[in-house]
């Protein structure tokens, strides 16, 4: 079943929305990485580090006993845990309901879980969903702000904001608002299963917009050639090598084995193309960044030694998701926007 958000969905989305903010903060909610200004993607970053450097004791009274659900029809540990966590540093309450151990076993459906958790006195849901679209059809039908933690093969638009933050981290130190120069000369090689990744497809959306090259690199089967004009800053290389020497980050995929549907591939022939080695990335990117952003398959898209080497921020990776959703869960229960300093801060 694919549930995709028309266009006339998305557009009533934004109009109920509209008043000055751009729609997914004006409504808390963040359902794309493409519906977010460069101004919001820096305001969220400036955001996660005044959250994450702010007195434990004083944070957790910024959203003291406000309820947040979890709603997660997929496995999750990193975006769970770390939205979780998120929200109870904040002093939120939080409640998670899993497909596997809830109504949603004897059929209920996504609009009428979401409203009963909207009974239950939920003021946001975090969503994670195998269907493409999920989360606009759960903002539509609860009228709450939803956090897209994962939507099929569409976006995961908070691991697109972690990603930038652990990049900045690493290639623009110190520096925290963004602009369209921001990764101007940096480039990033995304490899492995594009056509099923959600993370992939975040961020095509926004590291470009920061002046990043996005090279994309695969076999066919997991990377048609339609793939480079997917927008502009973004292209498609075959050749792992050739597109390593180029790369200041090196960003590895998992195969979506859940997502193949039948698609057969040969795994040896993909190791011996793409999989991330020691000696591969001794030779073609000494100095390049290694991300992932998990779960991993160690011996399959990337070695055991790569996973753990001195190049690897895969861990740091997962250490920024807790600040980044920091700021999108006290951006989701704030009614307009907010200012790093505060401003709009719930009563
Ligand atoms: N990166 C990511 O979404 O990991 P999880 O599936 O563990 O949440």
């Known amino acids: 079943m694919m549930m995709r958000a028309s266009t006339a969905e998305r557009s009533t989305s934004a109009l109920e929305c509209a008043s000055g903010l751009s729609s997914t903060l004006k409504c808390g909610s963040l359902l794309s990485v493409g519906s977010l200004t460069l101004d919001d993607v ?14 434990p004791l004083e944070r957790a009274k910024r959203l003291a006993k406000r309820r ?3 709603l997660f029809y997929e496995a999750s540990t990193r975006t769970r845990t770390s939205f979780e966590l998120a929200a109870k540093g904040l002093g939120a309450d939080t409640t998670l309901v899993s497909n596997l151990s809830s109504s949603i076993e004897k059929g209920e459906t996504l609009k009428d879980t979401g ?40 976006e995961h638009p908070s691991q697109a904001l972690l990603d930038l933050r ?26 492995g299963d594009i056509l099923h990744s959600r993370v992939a497809r975040s961020n095509m959306l926004l590291l470009p917009r920061l002046g990043a090259r996005v090279i994309l690199c695969g076999p066919e089967k997991l990377l048609p050639e339609v793939a480079a004009e997917a927008g502009p800053g973004i292209e498609v290389e075959r050749d792992l090598e050739h597109a390593m020497r180029q790369a200041q980050v090196v960003m ?35 100095q390049a960044s290694v991300m992932h952003p998990g779960p991993i398959v160690r011996g399959l898209e990337l070695t055991g ?43």
């Open 252 to 286: 590895m995929l998992r195969i979506q084995a859940e997502r193949l549907a039948g698609l057969h591939l040969d795994l040896e022939e993909y190791k011996s193309g793409y999989q991330l080695t020691e000696a591969r990335l001794a030779a073609c990117a000494p």
């Open 166 to 191: 652990t990049m900045m981290r690493h290639l623009r130190p110190g520096v925290e608002g963004v602009n369209a120069e921001t990764l101007a000369g940096v480039t990033v090689v995304v490899t």
């Open 115 to 154: 409203l009963t958790l909207r009974a239950l006195g939920a003021e946001a849901i975090i969503l994670r969903h195998p269907s493409s679209g999920a989360p606009w059809l759960l903002e539509r039908e609860t009228g709450l702000p939803v956090l897209n933690a994962g939507d099929g093969m569409h």
């Open 42 to 55: 820096s305001a969220i970053l400036q955001l996660a580090t005044q959250l994450e450097n702010e007195d």
């Open 305 to 347: 030694e790569v996973a753990d080497g001195p190049q690897s921020l895969i861990l740091e990776q997962v250490h920024h998701g807790v600040a980044i959703r920091m700021a999108l869960v006290l951006r989701a229960l704030t009614l307009r926007g907010l200012t790093p300093h505060g401003e709009g801060r719930p009563a």
């Open 68 to 70: 947040i659900a979890l």
